[in-house]
Structures are given as C-alpha cells and as structure tokens.
C-alpha cells in the first residue's frame, strides 16, 4: 500500500506538472478562442479595446491556472523524487 502511495503522487504530480505546461504553452491561443467565443455569444460586435481587454483578461486567466498547476505538479514530483531517492539510499 505504501508503494501505491508513493508511486501515485509521484504519477499525479507528473501529471499535474505536464498540464501545467501544455496549459501555459497554449495560454495565448486559449485566450484568443475564448474571447471569440465569448464575441460570438455576445451578438458578434464589440469595441475593439473592449475586445482587447476581454481578450487578455482570458489569456492572464489561462496564465494564472497554468502557471498555478505547474507549480503544485512540481512541488510534489520534487516531493515524491526526494522521498524515494532517500529511501532507496537507505537500503
């Protein structure tokens, strides 16, 4: 069961980690389509500096949640790598 644990954090940390990046990475792009999907559900015509400020008010949100994911995601693989790296040397 201990090992189901270890290994686990150490897979979901990864995973967090991984999200994370992807989710940075295409933080522009996100922000662009959100903020033309929000345009088209509004009607279809916006000033353009309100468009603007919608359109980085997605992408600084986009930002935030990546780069929240990747720093949890990797606080933990840092974690879970520093708890069994000191396992294995105590063997």
Known sequence: MEIIKKYGILILSTILTIAGY??????VSGGVEGANNYLATTGGT??????????QGYIATNIVI???????????????????LKEIRAD
């Open 46 to 55: 916006m000033d353009s500096a309100q468009f603007n400020m919608i359109q």
């Open 66 to 84: 990546g780069g929240a994911l990747l720093v949890i995601g990797l606080g933990f693989l840092c974690f879970s790598v520093y708890h069994i």
């Open 22 to 27: 992807f989710k940075l990475k295409t933080s």
